[in-house]
């Protein structure tokens, strides 16, 4: 009789402008996570941060890393070739022209890395371990430091050149606010968290008007504007934070709007951050902002939350790096 095959570990690891969060992945199921801060050094640095997260990753496994076979990486840009250069990484600039897969795997005994758009591997942990099982056609919308997106059609994840998917740089506004891409009036200008931090310090500096938010960022240490954060805000009626999410929500309203009118979708599925934290009522909100949108307002898409929440993207990359052994 033949013996059966010992089954194979590989390593998921979600690398966002904010955080890293990294799974090990075996028969299916996460067996271990790791989870730590993106430092704000060079490209070799955070490396560096991604072999901790896994270092942890496998001592809750109680596995050796010298038995991961391949690591997917869900990266917050463009990446191309062979070696997982990358080529655009607007909340990740010192990343520009590294070669990422390669410093990944010789860090790692030169395991097999494979790299995909950060939320195109949270889509496709969606997709297949999530709230996306039971749609062939639905988009994924994570909102989080930016706001990424992710299409299935026909039960088949769209690459299209490239950026196929990039819900957040669909123009709600026609010369609206700076986005980090450069453009102006996209979604994620007024959805992201790293766009609402600037512009709610835009607003304190003109003294328009005034907020808890800095004063919560400095009694809990962060750099960046937590989705934590706005949340209390959010509880004591902050007025800032109260307009932001009113933006946020009306910029998603719209641009998701049209992305239905043009590709009649099942559904979206919302995650991120933002989306896990303020969940459901956050998203029956955007539900509502579409509607006035909609062509066919007598038959909406379905709005459903996230099922794997922080570790959507890690999964998904895992699953990629199953997938391409």
Excluded at 25 to 40: A, D, E, N, Y
Excluded at 231 to 260: N, R
Excluded at 290 to 310: A, E, F, T
Aim: net charge positive; hydrophobic share 45%.
């Amino acid at each position: 009789m033949a013996m059966a095959a010992t089954p194979i570990i590989v390593a998921g690891v979600d690398l966002g402008g904010t955080k890293i969060q990294t799974v090990l992945f075996r028969s299916g199921k996460v067996i271990g996570q790791g989870r730590g801060l993106t430092p704000p050094g060079s490209a070799e640095d955070v490396v560096e941060a991604i072999r901790v997260t896994l270092v942890a990753a496998a001592e809750e496994a109680q596995v050796s890393l010298k038995d991961v076979v391949g690591i997917g990486i869900g990266f917050p840009g463009t990446v191309h070739g062979p070696q997982g250069t990358v080529i655009r990484a607007v909340n990740l600039p010192a990343f520009e022209g590294y070669a990422l897969g390669t410093g990944v795997s010789k860090m790692f005994n030169g395991a097999a890395v494979r790299i995909d758009n950060d939320v195109r591997a949270a889509v496709v942990g969606e997709q297949r371990a999530g709230s996306g099982k039971p749609f062939q056609n639905f988009a994924g919308v994570f909102v989080g430091s930016g706001v990424g997106g992710g299409l299935v059609i026909d039960g088949k994840l769209r690459h299209g050149r490239g950026a196929a998917g990039e819900i957040g740089h669909v123009v709600v506004k026609d010369g609206g606010r700076r986005c980090g891409c450069g453009n102006r009036g996209c979604i994620e200008a007024y959805a992201g968290r790293l766009s609402m931090e600037r512009t709610a310090l835009r607003w304190v500096k003109k003294g328009k008007k005034k907020t808890v938010l800095f004063d919560l960022m400095k009694r809990k240490g962060r750099d960046h504007l937590a989705s934590g954060i706005i949340s209390d805000a959010l509880a004591v009626h902050d007025k800032v934070a109260v307009q932001l999410i009113d933006d946020a929500v009306l910029a998603l309203g719209v641009g998701l709007a049209s992305v239905q009118n043009l590709l009649d979708l099942e559904a979206f599925v919302i995650g991120g951050g933002l989306g896990d934290r303020l969940g459901q009522p956050f998203i029956d909100r955007i539900a509502k902002a579409m509607k006035p949108h909609l062509l066919r307002r007598d038959d909406p898409p379905r709005l459903v939350q996230s099922k794997l929440g922080d570790l959507a993207g890690a999964v998904g990359a895992a699953i990629i790096a199953t997938d391409r052994r």
